[in-house]
């Protein structure tokens, strides 16, 4: 039997929106004030998903590999952190790209935004793969399946129904169909 991951299919629905929103920023004319506005709602929705699974993470299953290895999540909310600061950065240069009426300005902005998210994505994957190859390899080898499973219910718990509904959305086009339908089970069981 297959023991429950708590990392895999959730960074499957964050490389692809991040992948989409890095793709759809290189291709925005930033010159288009319409175009930027859909891009920043677009970041906007990410930045709070991937804000929100961060402290998911950070209340339940870092404390749960803290039990047995004090510290042994330290490098994790380092990268965390590092993540964070990221995102703040790219919420100023987004505002600043949005509030900006001049197109050659905005352009150079918008320039600065796509490597600002690309960057992003160099911090966030090897984090993901590190939590997915060598984090969740470790709480199995520390927890029960019923531990895991207590874990997994307290952040499906602590998911807003929007978030849960975000999270289907984005599912269409990471996940593999068998993967869909127990996303959508679990997001059914939070209306």
């Avoid at 990392?7 to 930027?36: E, N, P, W």
């Avoid at 804000?51 to 330290?74: C, D, K, M």
């Avoid at 009426?101 to 150079?108: F, G, H, K």
């Avoid at 929007?162 to 679990?186: F, I, K, R, S, W």
Wanted: net charge negative.
């Amino acid at each position: 039997m297959e023991r429950d991951d708590l990392y895999t299919l959730i960074h499957k629905i964050l490389r692809q929106r991040m992948f989409a929103l890095c793709v759809r920023a290189g291709a925005t004319d930033f010159g288009d004030s319409h175009a930027v506005d859909d891009l920043a709602d677009g970041w906007r929705r990410f930045d709070a998903f991937l804000r929100s699974h961060s402290s998911h993470e950070q209340a339940y299953i870092h404390p749960a590999l803290a039990v047995f290895v004090p510290g042994g999540t330290e490098a994790a909310d380092a990268e965390h952190d590092r993540v964070h600061e990221l995102l703040d950065q790219l919420s100023v240069q987004f505002a600043a790209l949005v509030a900006e009426r001049d197109a050659d300005v905005a352009r150079r902005r918008g320039l600065e935004v796509y490597r600002a998210l690309n960057r992003l994505a160099a911090i966030a994957l090897p984090h993901f793969d590190a939590e997915e190859t060598q984090l969740m390899p470790r709480l199995w080898a520390l927890l029960s399946d019923e531990e895991i499973a207590e874990v997994r219910a307290a952040i499906m718990a602590s998911i807003h129904p929007d978030e849960a509904a975000y999270t289907v959305e984005c599912a269409g086009e990471a996940l593999n169909p068998q993967e869909q339908q127990m996303l959508q089970g679990a997001a059914a069981s939070l209306s």
